[in-house]
Every structure is written in C-alpha cells, then in structure tokens.
C-alpha cells in the first residue's frame, strides 16, 4: 500500500468480490484505486479466466493487467468445507460484496446480494448479471459483442455498408462503472443509516441507458439512426475531412456560433454561414456531401497543421486520427505523468492513472497479483488454515 493510505476516501473500506472477466474487476480495481482493500476471489491455480485472454503483458493478459491492479488474490474452492468456511469467516469483514458469476450461480451457493445482506444487514452487496433478474432472458449467459448487439448498438456503429462492434468492451464498461456508482451511493447512505443495500447492474440495463438517444431519435423520428462510419449520425459538420498533405483532421461543430466561426476563420467565406443551404444543422446534415466537398476544397490547399491551427484559432474541437501507437506517446499523458509502472508477477507493466484527480491525493498504484498470492496471508488472519480442491463452476 502507498505511504499516506489512510488519507484516501475509501480507506478502511473492505471489498470482497467474487469477479471474473470485465464489469466486477473493473468497478472494484476502481475503488482499490482510492484506498478500498480488494480480497479478489478466484478459483484455485487457474484463476479469474480473463488471465487467459492474451499474454501480451509479459505473459499476462492485457485485460487482466488494466482490470486488476491494487487487489489481493485469495484463491478459493467454493464447492469445499475449507473454501465455504473461509469465505464464511471473510464476509463479516467485509463492507462491499460484488459478484458476477453466471446466471443463478451465486444464488445456489447462498452468494446473492439478497440473500448476503439478510445476513449482513450493512453489508452493501452487488449482483452483475447479463440481463437482469427477472423477464425471458434473466437465465441467458451474456458477453459484452452479445449485449451489444441485443441492445440494437451494432444497428448503428460502423459503415452504411457494415455494421460494426464497438473496439473496447463498452457493455462491460458501461456496467462496471455503474456498479461503482452503486456502491459509493450505497456507502453514503450507509453513513447516513447505518443500513447496507442489496443491488444489481446487468450489462443490459446499463447499454439500455447508453442507447437512449438512439432510442428516442428512432422512435421520435419514425427511422432509425444512420451508420455513418466516423461521421456524426445527427450533426454536420462533424468528422474526418482530408488535408492538402493527404492527411485526415476531424473537428465538429455543435452550434450557430461555431459554424459562423467556421465559415469567416476557417473557410474565408462568411457568406457562407448564411447559405440557406446551410444555414442550419437540419440543412446541412440534408445536404452534407456537398458542404463537406466544399470544406475539403478549401483544406485541399492547407496542410493538415495548417487546418488544425486554423481551428484552433477559430476555437473549433478538433483532433488528430491517432493510432494507438499515437496515444502511448500522446504529450497530454506525458508531461502530466499520468502514465505509470505497476509491478506484477512478471514485472512492470504500464498503467494509467485513474480518471479522477484529486488534488493533493495519489491514487494506489499497486502491482497486479498472481493467482492465490496472498490466500496464505488472509487464511492466517483469519486464523484458517489454506484450503485446497477442484475450482466451482464460474
């Protein structure tokens, strides 16, 4: 743990989660972000399957890397006397309970978040699931590209030609950091009641609130939202445009202002925010192939440096099309040092701070843990010998 731990907002606070893949490991890697102790429980020598993922991270997964940080693995058979005792004499230590097993899973083994805090009553206690409990798909196994795509989310990601997942796991994201919001919610209201809560996030639900617009603009327009590639389904002009060099810049606008800003800074034709043509961001989306032909013929004399500088002037969004590559060596990470090295079971790796900066306050930046590190060290506070045995059933 860091030097001055005990000044951290979670400090003192015990998560124990039963956690696997994404949405559990990421909500609690957060709130060991901030001082929380995570007891991690995996199954004994294989772990948490997400190890497995890749072994691009000397060795390790890069999923399990960016998900697990700050935690201790206790390495647990469920199924057995010595792993049902441990997880016994652990839980009335704990504050925050999360799990994320399949479907029905916890409940047979007494685990769910119900049934937890009936026992524990300030315990705060978290059920992840696919689709929620209850209605025809509450027992249906789910992954992140499968939500995605019962959600209507690939119906409006990629190409007019292609649809497209989404790069990153943005239904077990979405989930994970709702179940965080759950949790510094629960532990409020815990404070003020003394009373724990019994929740529950699925990876549904939570792509349900980050299909919103979608959703209304479909049912308020009578058709649905455009694939539009890297352009903006609903505002133009917003996207990628070409550079004299042969270079892509993108930048958007988002109102009247910036647009007038555009045409007289950028384009060097005033007139041209007038246009009825244009004149309105109904107008230019309807006619927005050939706004964006003109707007490339002026750019077609720039080069991409020029434009940006241009926008920049005009105080107009933009951004270069990085690759990832790009972003590792990005100057807004460096000279903030928001880039670290955490320590692991086959040694540094990189890390990224978290996103909230509290000044005044570092974040714990602690190594990844091995399967069953420190199940030694637990069982021995606990005053239990380590047990042994088969894995359960994730």
Known sequence: ????????????????????????????????????????????????????????????????????????????????????????????????????LAPGAAARLGLDAAALTKRFPRLIACDISGYG??????????????????????????????????GIAVADIATGMYVLNGIL??????????????????????MSEWMSYPAFYTEGAGKPLHRTGTRHATIAPYGPFKTGDGRVVFFGIQNEREWAALCAQVLGDAALAGDPHFNSNPQRLQNRDALEALIEQCFATLSSDEVLQRL????????????????????????????????SPHGPVTSFLPAVTIPG???????????????????????LGEPVGPAPDR
């Open 133 to 166: 409990s209850g209605g025809p798909y509450s027992n249906k196994k789910a992954y992140d590209l499968l939500v995605q795509c019962e959600a209507g989310f690939l119906s409006i990601n990629g190409t007019e030609e292609q649809p497209a997942k989404c």
């Open 1 to 100: 743990m860091s030097e001055g731990q005990s000044a951290l907002p979670l400090s003192g606070i015990t998560v124990v989660s039963l956690e696997q893949a994404i949405a559990a490991p990421l909500a609690s890697r957060h709130l060991a972000d901030w001082g929380a102790r995570v007891i991690k429980i995996e199954r004994p020598e294989t772990g948490d399957f997400c190890r497995d993922y890749d072994a691009v991270m000397n060795g390790m997964s890069s999923q399990f890397v960016w998900t697990n940080r700050s935690k201790e693995s206790l390495a647990l058979d469920l199924k057995s006397p010595e792993g049902r005792e441990a997880l016994a004499a652990l839980l009335p230590r704990a504050d925050v309970f999360i799990q994320n």
């Open 185 to 206: 919610m629960a532990l409020f209201n815990r404070e003020r009641t003394g009373k724990g809560m019994a929740f529950e996030v699925s990876l549904f639900d939570s």
């Open 361 to 383: 306050m570092a974040p714990v930046m602690a190594p990844v843990p091995a399967v069953g590190e420190h199940t030694g060290a637990i069982l021995a506070e606990l005053g």
């Open 312 to 343: 920049d002037q005009a105080a107009i969004a933009n951004a270069h099309m990085n690759t990832v590559e790009a972003f590792l060596e990005h100057p807004q990470l460096h000279e903030r040092q928001r880039v670290r090295k955490v320590g």
